[in-house]
């Protein structure tokens, strides 16, 4: 009986101490290239920062890490693919904030808050509300003591249902309780050049995107829609200082792992992240691309995250564009 109570104890033993999902070991992670996943075809902004991001967390890894293009279905078919990948580390995905945004529009076939470990935030594209010049409001403030005597709300152009031109418009409708009524468009493009001409007043736009004809005199700054303010247009105040407390609505992107993925395999992944978005080659294609490093534990990541799902489902039922 003592032998049969060993041979069970070993047997636990065994089992508690194999990582979940395969027999990775961290101290010597990783022993091959490692693939990160990003959902979206190349040349975008995601798939541009996720190379820059590969080359350097492969220096300090030791491995290459490989960029493999998932584009679909809002980004869902690449996170699909990772959700479902084995949990050794090897198999990583480039989040964006879409992920937080499809499962409250979208019925999958994964849950994104249960089956990825989150690593690393790498960066925020942040937003700015801009009008035309014609609009006779100069700030966030008149902008809603103008909404507010507008009976049909004001317009504001996006780029379609379910877009973050579209749903940064209802987080301020339902946080301001003013009433913005909005204009979809096929594309940024249309929707851009629709607000260059003065058709449409009002447009939640990528600063990247729509800083130069703030420059030009061609639209107004009003807002910065991230907590803190952009680096590409430090002189423009964030919705909290112009009165909008608590008001976020960036273009964020991040990588995780599948659910059950080692901690010690994620954080080393997570110091090495970190490392790259904090060197010279990374900040400097950052800027580039007018976004901000961020940066930060798997933890507060984590935490991040769940406020982001519960975030974009609330806004998600009050646009009413659940599919």
């Known amino acids: ?31 091959r290239p490692v693939r990160l996943v990003v959902g979206f075809a190349p040349g975008a902004v995601a798939d541009v920062i996720a190379r820059s991001m ?4 492969s220096q300090s890894l030791g491995q290459q890490i490989v960029i493999e293009n998932r584009p679909g ?6 996170a699909e693919y990772v959700a479902r990948a084995p ?5 990583l995905l480039m989040c964006t904030v879409a992920q937080t945004i ?8 994964f849950d994104f808050g249960k089956d990825f470990a989150p690593i690393m935030a790498i960066a925020n594209a942040p937003q700015i509300l801009v009008a035309h010049p014609s609009l006779p409001a100069n700030t966030v403030q008149e902008m809603i003591s103008l909404a507010k005597a507008t009976p049909d709300g004001l317009p504001y152009a996006s780029s379609g249902a379910g ?15 003013i009433k913005l009524t909005q204009i979809p468009y096929p594309g940024s493009a249309q929707s851009m050049n629709d607000v260059l001409a003065g058709r449409v007043p009002l447009m939640f736009g990528p600063a990247a995107t729509v800083w130069s004809n703030v420059q030009a005199g061609k639209l107004k700054a009003l807002a910065v829609t991230q907590p803190t303010r952009a680096a590409i247009a430090p002189e423009v105040p964030t919705m909290a200082e112009s009165g ?18 080692p901690a010690e395999i994620v954080g080393k992944l997570s110091r090495a992240a970190n490392e790259a978005v904090q060197s010279p080659e990374v900040l400097s294609l950052l800027r580039l691309q007018g976004v901000d490093p961020l940066g ?8 991040f995250i769940d406020a982001e799902l519960k975030k974009w489902a609330g806004v998600v039922y009050d646009a009413g564009i659940r599919k």
């Open 87 to 91: 949990r050794d580390g090897y198999t």
């Open 1 to 31: 009986m003592r032998g049969l109570k060993g041979a069970a104890a070993a047997l636990l033993l065994a089992l508690v101490v194999v990582p979940a999902g395969g027999t990775a070991r961290a101290d010597d992670y990783p022993t």
């Open 73 to 78: 279905a809002g980004s869902s078919l690449g």
């Open 102 to 109: 499809n499962p409250a529009i979208n019925t999958l076939s």
């Open 163 to 177: 877009t973050m031109s579209h749903l940064s418009g209802v987080l301020l409708s339902s946080t301001t309780g």
């Open 296 to 303: 930060g534990t798997p933890a507060e990541f984590a935490r």
């Open 54 to 57: 590969a080359t350097r967390m």
């Open 244 to 261: 909008v407390p608590g008001y976020s609505a960036g273009i964020w992107m991040g990588i995780l792992a599948p659910t059950g993925t």
